[in-house]
């Protein structure tokens, strides 16, 4: 269908022609594009808040669900539990079938890989300026010791080569993950069915069999918590945007303190590297240019501007906190 609505487009030069299918499909490929794209700049921008939102989310629909099973007394089998166990014990022996699925679902749908999901996939979040900062670092280690060259070279070949598939797949390889989820909790709950022991398999995982009903209702939530993947992923988009409003309106005593706070971390951070020139063999006195770049920092515009982003950020940062602190609650 997609393959014969480009010819379509294509023949037409690209406008719409008045199909309803061709029609139809042009609005959700744009709809999808504008999505990705408030996504990916949303992560580029900040993914640990982007993170934040997306745990809470789950946090919030798997207790949801778990709440509405748990009151509403039944009782699920012992075999389901176990499966969903057995699946969180392989996740890590299933990457190559996840690589495999999300090869499969690129073809299918080659938009679904514009999506990037980097942190959602390795669990490893770093925004520009704690990159910039872990690079310093590592300039400063070769420096002193030589040796360590080699070690921060084969870790960058190796960290490279594993976000391969994940750049390259996107979207696709955390679809995949959720999917193998499934077929190893369908196959092995099938196994348990047909004759394998139970009880046995409880027992070696440390579960009791008073406990079997409790892990069916988590196994049931969690499987149930993949339907609302699509609400996750809107929830973070969104969620940016309304912590971002919510930050520029922040009440006036609460603006004063927290500039108060940044003109002391300021302080303290030019005390630092005063204290680090010593350390190196300078006089700790500053030249007129070391003045200028200390207390010229630009216009008071400027100033004002940077100094009310700083303030921004924070309260953003603050509320990607308690969204982790809820999320870790919840668990």
Same mark, same amino acid.
């Given at each position: 269908h997609v393959a014969m609505t480009k010819k379509r487009l294509f023949q037409t030069g690209g406008r719409d022609d008045g199909n309803p299918s061709t029609t139809k499909t042009t609005t959700t490929?744009?709809?999808?594009?504008?999505?990705?794209?408030?996504?990916?700049?949303?992560?580029?921008?900040?993914?640990?808040?982007?993170?934040?939102?997306?745990?809470?989310?789950?946090?919030?629909?798997?207790?949801? *669900?778990?709440?509405? #099973?748990? @009151?509403?007394? =039944?009782?699920?089998? /012992?075999? %389901?539990?176990?499966?969903? +166990?057995?699946?969180?014990?392989?996740?890590?022996?299933?990457?190559? *079938?996840?690589?495999? #699925?999300? @090869?499969?679902? =690129?073809?299918?749908? /080659?938009? %679904?890989?514009?999506?990037? +999901?980097?942190?959602?996939?390795?669990?490893?979040?770093?925004?520009?300026?704690?990159?910039?900062?872990?690079?310093?670092?590592?300039?400063k280690l070769e420096a002193s010791s030589p040796a360590l060259k080699p070690v921060f070279a084969a870790a960058s070949r190796g960290s490279n080569w594993l976000q391969g598939p994940i750049d390259q797949y996107g979207l696709a390889l955390y679809i995949s993950g959720r999917l193998s989820a499934l077929i190893t909790i369908g196959v092995t709950s099938t196994m348990i069915s047909k004759g394998l022991d139970v009880e046995s398999f409880l027992t070696s995982w440390g579960i009791s069999e008073s406990l079997g009903g409790a892990v069916g209702t988590l196994a049931a939530s969690s499987v149930g918590n993949i339907v609302f993947t699509p609400l996750h992923f809107g929830a973070v988009v969104y969620g940016i945007k309304g912590m971002e409003a919510v930050s520029q309106h922040v009440p006036p005593g609460v603006e004063e303190y927290l500039k108060e706070e940044l003109k002391r971390h300021r302080a303290s951070v030019l005390e630092t590297e005063a204290k680090t020139a010593v350390s190196l063999g300078k006089d700790g006195s500053c030249s007129n240019s070391d003045t200028n770049k200390i207390t010229s920092t630009g216009t008071k515009e400027e100033e004002e501007k940077a100094e009310k982003e700083s303030i921004e950020n924070g309260v953003i940062k603050m509320m990607g906190f308690l969204l982790l602190l809820w999320s870790l609650c919840v668990s």
């Open positions: 490929t744009k709809s999808w594009s504008n999505f990705t794209q408030l996504w990916n700049a949303s992560l580029s921008k900040r993914p640990q808040e982007v993170i934040a939102l997306f745990l809470a989310g789950k946090s919030t629909t798997w207790l949801a *669900l778990y709440s509405i #099973l748990d @009151a509403s007394a =039944v009782v699920f089998p /012992p075999a %389901i539990g176990a499966g969903w +166990v057995c699946a969180r014990l392989t996740r890590k022996f299933r990457q190559p *079938l996840n690589v495999a #699925l999300a @090869a499969g679902l =690129v073809r299918l749908v /080659p938009s %679904i890989s514009e999506m990037k +999901v980097s942190p959602l996939v390795t669990g490893i979040i770093a925004d520009a300026t704690t990159v910039e900062q872990l690079q310093k670092q590592r300039e």
